[in-house]
């Protein structure tokens, strides 16, 4: 077992890899760009939206309580003629980025210090570099690459958007495993 004050540089490197990697992904890159399309009449959309402003918050079209009520006839109509959406509304203004960022950062800092917790109790000071890179790698791709996929089994979002989320986590579970490999205190 590995204390965990022995594995703070890899704690935060790793963090900080993985924040500058999803940076050259969204900003150089950008692979993620096809994920969302415009409405085709998206000013419509939001003239309605308008109308009676929603709070911020998670909607879903048409709106059903429960499994009795969703077998109802008309609720099945509703589903048949459509449209049928799950989305999130945010509050009126212009993206936070820095907000966003620090976020993004404080999660990659947890992921890391969760994965730094499960590697120091199952791995021993001194194993080698491929051992602390299986282990790591595999916890970090779980942590970031699989959370799309209840969003598209559920919510409908698109298995192409989920299969770049996908790379992306495969990427930064291979980036912090390459950190914690090198950092592993010998």
């Known amino acids: 077992m590995v204390a965990l004050a022995h594995l703070w ?10 924040f500058l990697a999803s940076s050259v992904i969204h900003m150089v890159l950008k692979w993620h760009n096809a994920d969302y399309r415009r409405l085709p009449d998206e000013e419509a959309v939001r ?33 048949a003629d459509g449209p049928v959406a799950m989305f999130y509304l945010k509050a009126p203004g212009a993206p936070r980025m820095g907000s966003a960022l620090g976020g993004w950062f404080a999660f990659n800092l947890v992921v890391s210090f969760l994965v730094a917790y499960v590697a120091a109790h199952t791995l021993a000071q001194g194993v080698h570099y491929l051992q602390v890179f299986r282990v790591v790698g595999a916890m970090g791709f779980l942590a970031y690459g699989l959370e799309s996929v209840p969003a598209s089994l559920w919510m409908g979002k698109p298995w192409g958007s989920t299969f770049r989320d996908m790379l992306d986590g495969l990427i930064y579970g291979l980036l912090m495993a390459g950190v914690f490999g090198w950092l592993w205190p010998r």
């Open 9 to 18: 540089l890899p704690i935060i490197l790793s963090a900080v890899v993985v």
């Open 47 to 79: 003239a309605a939206l308008l109308k009676a402003p929603p709070a911020p918050g998670m909607y879903v079209v048409p709106h059903c309580m429960d499994m009795k009520a969703m077998g109802s006839p008309d609720m099945q109509k509703k589903y």
